[in-house]
Nanobody, 115 residues
Framework: QVQLMESGGGLAQPGDSLRLSCVASGFTLDHYSIAWFRQAQGKEREGVSCISGSDDSTYYADSVKGRFTISRENAKNTMYLQMNSLKPEDTGVYYC????????WGQGTQVTVSS
């Protein structure tokens, strides 16, 4: 059974850093493309970052480029999103997803950036 479980969200001040984790079960994470999405209240879900399962290439939305870093730790079957220089507009629920083959979503973790 495929499951994804996010953690690491919370309340941060502008300029702070947070690291989100996504633990995968039921599949081997480094064999698939996996991604982070976020959804702000009243807005559509948007892609934040993705890492390819075939060549480890990465993608970042323009809004987070240079501030966020996606990575994975194969031994722990876990993906991370290191978020630096947080801004209020980064506020939202962050989801990890398996986006190659059958799509699966985690339950999300709330990130709130506010002074």
């Amino acid at each position: 059974q495929v499951q994804l479980m996010e953690s690491g969200g919370g309340l941060a001040q502008p300029g702070d850093s947070l690291r989100l984790s996504c633990v995968a079960s039921g599949f081997t994470l480094d064999h698939y493309s996996i991604a982070w999405f976020r959804q702000a209240q009243g807005k559509e879900r948007e892609g934040v970052s993705c890492i390819s399962g075939s060549d480890d290439s990465t993608y970042y939305a323009d809004s987070v480029k240079g501030r966020f870093t996606i990575s994975r730790e194969n031994a722990k079957n876990t993906m991370y999103l290191q978020m630096n220089s947080l801004k209020p507009e980064d506020t939202g629920v962050y989801y990890c997803a398996k986006v190659m083959g059958a799509v699966y979503w985690g339950q999300g973790t709330q990130v709130t950036v506010s002074s």
